[in-house]
């Protein structure tokens, strides 16, 4: 081939080139609703990663397991990243339209995932056929995924906040394991005394980074007795005595008792990175904060318990729950969200399998004995059955939440458009954990105009 | 060229020639066409390129922020985007924190490497090495940069690399990220720390196409070395120094990856908060992809405009 030929073979062959992957880029992933075999096939995601090599195992097992209970559903395995919902990865993914057909999403998402107009309506197909333990599910959870009446998702993980502490730290500072603090005066006080251990540990940490800080000043708020937003959803709620008294908490610990440690900015990993290597004696988290400072962060569960949310004056007022959900993409055909609902209802709602195989957990060594999920209902058949195998199971020790369950405190849902609105009150949080003067008043009020004028962008 | 011409040449000199001028027109223009085949395939592939990822992306952008998507619908809404936005209480907090660090880093990220590229050219031996050494951050991955930057030198402790050096100088301690007034200059430092082996690379090659006659006819006249550097250095770099400006002035206007890591953010009371990062904010945890759009244009209009502004002066100068 001379030289002129050459180049203009290798010209083409670029632009062809190009042009294939530019085809390639353009065309459709999601396969044939039914394979050659005649399958209904579906995609999952929130596959664990390579990294999470028995969780991996686990899910396997069970795709193996389900199909073979179900000759004629195929499940394509997605995984998205250790974090099931990113939410910078989850919000390209819906922009983007390439979620799977069976997709993972938190109780606040519902709102962008309808805006995104990937969101199916499931309410004709949810029912006991589909998911047998569908009647014992906890109806406050699926109110969370409905919409004008419509259901959109199917709940498969609801958590509630409270305190907690590790007990190694607790007995080191005099203080009494089995009696947490229950007002947040006893949580300053706690604090003060683990604080005095030194060795840059510090008494009581918090959020104020990455929407973390909102998220747990939601709480702190609920704690208080008082709502993020007005009860039409119209206006912020949170510029008042008791938004002002969370912010003093925080900000009486961080700099009048110098009982929260140097650093601060924290988001989700940083904290309990502190935590799992024995430096944090109180944090707000739900149940499985514990399991994540394990699995993660190389802590021991022995070192850790829980304790109700503490109030201002007395037992709390209210504290967050929050759970995650699987939704359906928006026009898969009516095969395909049965057998959707199918394999959630497999994976995530029937005790003795998936998530609650709690035989097959114990030896893993993943916590079986929390108080979590409270997905079903109380008194019915399905909570029974789960409760009776988690006893049967629990390789952590039940009585480090004790006081936690036997001290309910009643739950309140997130806000309407929550992960905006902690973005916005990181501010507040990060203004009180990093300036000894901070303005509490300033600091809210501005909290309050950016929160209003969201509200009202968003009509 | 002459080597592909060639062979369409002949085989357009065996046809026979067209009667009328549109037709002889129709032939130049494919003998141009197969003339150039080579030349446009290749083009064709760089024009692809951009059209895919750069050109439709922002006339997407563009479109985008004059629309709303609302349970997948989507509407035209006019100017109500950048309405919105310019009434976003951060919107004039980034823009300011965006401008400061602008400014910081071209006080402390533009002329730092030009010193220092004058002081490497100085040296006599080790010139390799001392390069090497200055370049090597470059090396690093950004992200790993800043987080050597956030966990070993702005710890807020006395352990904190920084904190401990200025103890041991028995000069106070910093928040450094935690601290409002302390965040810009901050990331100014650990941008430049991190960026500024390129510059001082470029500025290196341009010194040493100065004539040394110059620095000699310089000192004769007696001048020192700030007049030397004032007098032949700046004038002869001039051009260089004026294109790497504008370039640093543009990369710096778009921070975001120093806040989102050395801040995890927005930092303390938003005082880390860029234009980038706000539009990062809006898109992907404001459920408002729509006024993220919005805000990018502006940040595209600002940029050209100066940009435009910039080149028109600099001509001038010319």
Redo the contacts between chains.
């Keep these: 081939m001379?030289?002129?030929q050459y180049?203009?073979a290798a010209?083409?062959a670029?632009?062809a080139g190009?042009?294939l992957s530019?085809t390639a880029c353009s065309t459709k992933s999601d396969d044939a609703k039914n394979d050659a075999s005649g399958k209904v096939t579906i995609t999952v995601d929130c596959q664990p990663v390579g990294a999470q090599k028995e969780l991996l195992q686990n899910w396997n097992d069970d795709v193996a397991e389900f199909e073979r209970q179900n000759t004629d559903i195929a499940i394509k395995s997605v995984s998205v990243g250790e974090q099931c919902n990113n939410?910078?990865d989850f919000?390209?993914r819906l922009?983007g339209g390439t979620v799977t057909d069976v997709f993972y999403g938190y109780m606040t998402d519902l709102?962008?995932v309808?805006?995104?107009?990937?969101a199916m309506d499931i309410s004709e197909f949810a029912n006991a056929e589909t998911v047998p333990t569908w009647d014992s599910v906890d109806p406050a959870l699926k109110e969370v995924f409905t919409d004008g009446g419509k259901l959109y998702a199917v709940p498969v993980k609801n958590y509630s906040m409270g305190l907690v502490y590790n007990k190694v730290l607790f007995q080191q500072a005099g203080l009494d394991v089995n009696n947490p603090p229950k007002t947040w005066a006893e949580v300053r006080d706690a604090a003060k005394k683990i604080s005095a251990l030194g060795n840059?540990i510090a008494g009581y940490a918090e959020y104020s980074?990455?929407?973390t800080g909102g998220w747990h000043f939601t709480s702190l708020l609920y704690s208080q007795g008082g709502q993020m937003l007005t009860a039409d959803g119209k206006k912020a709620d949170f510029n008042n005595a008791m938004g002002k008294q969370v912010l003093q908490n925080l900000k009486d610990m961080r700099y009048g008792d110098n009982s929260m440690g140097?650093?601060?900015?924290?988001?989700w990993g940083?904290l309990l990175t502190n935590a799992g290597a024995g430096k944090v004696g109180m944090f707000i988290g739900a149940p499985d904060t514990t399991q994540a400072i394990v699995s993660q962060f190389q802590g021991k569960f022995e070192d850790w318990a829980m304790g109700p949310l503490p109030g201002q004056d007395g037992p709390a007022k209210g504290t967050l729950g929050g759970g995650e959900g699987y939704f359906f993409k928006?026009g898969l055909s009516p095969e395909q969200v049965k057998a959707g609902l199918k394999w959630v209802a497999y994976q995530k709602l029937t005790p003795g399998k998936g998530q609650f195989d709690y035989a097959r957990a114990k030896p893993q060594n993943y916590p079986v004995g929390l108080p979590q999920p409270l997905l079903f209902a109380n008194g019915t058949e399905a909570q029974k059955q789960e409760l009776e195998l988690r006893k049967a199971n629990a390789n952590v020790d039940t009585a480090n939440f004790a006081v936690f369950e036997a001290n309910p405190v009643p739950i309140k849902g997130e806000p309407r458009?929550a992960?905006?609105i902690y973005?916005v009150l990181?501010?507040a949080m990060?203004?009180v954990l990093?300036?000894p003067n901070?303005n509490i008043d300033a600091?809210l009020k501005?909290a309050e105009?950016?929160v209003n004028?969201?509200l009202a962008?968003e009509? | 060229m002459a080597i592909t011409s060639a062979p369409g040449a002949i085989r357009a000199a065996s046809r026979p020639a067209p009667s009328s001028p549109a037709g002889r027109q129709r032939t130049s223009l494919g003998r141009k066409v197969r003339d150039n085949l080579t030349g446009h395939a290749f083009l064709i592939g760089a024009v692809l390129c951009f059209a895919v990822f750069s050109w439709y992306p922002m006339v997407r952008g563009i479109v985008m922020s004059f629309q709303r998507t609302r349970r997948g619908e989507t509407t035209w809404v006019g100017w109500d985007n950048y309405l919105r936005i310019l009434d976003d209480p951060s919107f004039w907090t980034a823009w300011k924190n965006t401008f400061y660090f602008t400014v910081l880093a071209l006080v402390l990220g533009y002329a730092v490497p030009f010193f220092v590229a004058i002081l490497l050219n100085e040296f006599r031996h080790a010139k390799g090495y001392l390069r090497i050494l200055v370049y090597l951050p470059v090396m690093l991955p950004p992200a790993s940069a800043l987080f050597l930057f956030k966990f070993y030198a702005y710890d807020p402790s006395d352990a904190g690399l920084f904190n401990a050096i200025l103890k041991a100088l028995g000069l106070p301690t910093s928040q450094w990220m935690q601290s409002p007034d302390m965040t810009m200059p901050a990331m100014v430092i650990a941008s430049t720390w991190m960026n500024m082996g390129g510059a001082v690379l470029i500025y290196l090659a341009a010194l040493q196409n100065i004539p040394g006659e110059l620095y000699e006819a310089a000192e004769l006249d007696g001048a020192g070395v700030w007049r030397r550097i004032r007098h032949v250095t700046i004038p002869q770099t001039r051009l260089i120094l004026a294109l790497l400006a504008m370039l640093q002035i543009v990369a710096t206007m778009q921070l975001f990856i120093e806040p989102l890591i050395l801040a995890n953010g927005a930092g303390a009371e938003d005082s880390a908060t860029s234009v980038a990062y706000l539009i990062y904010q809006h898109g992907f945890f404001q459920n408002d992809l729509n006024g993220a759009a919005a805000l990018g244009v502006i940040m595209l209009v600002v940029l050209a405009g100066f940009s435009a502004v910039y080149l028109r002066l600099t001509a001038k100068q010319d």
């Design positions: 001379s030289v002129p180049r203009k010209a083409l670029l632009v190009l042009g530019l939410p910078p919000t390209a922009a709102q962008q309808l805006d995104s107009g990937q840059g980074a990455g929407n140097d650093r601060q900015l924290l988001q940083d928006k458009n992960q905006a973005t990181d501010a990060s203004g990093t300036n901070a600091l501005t105009d950016k004028q969201l962008a009509g």
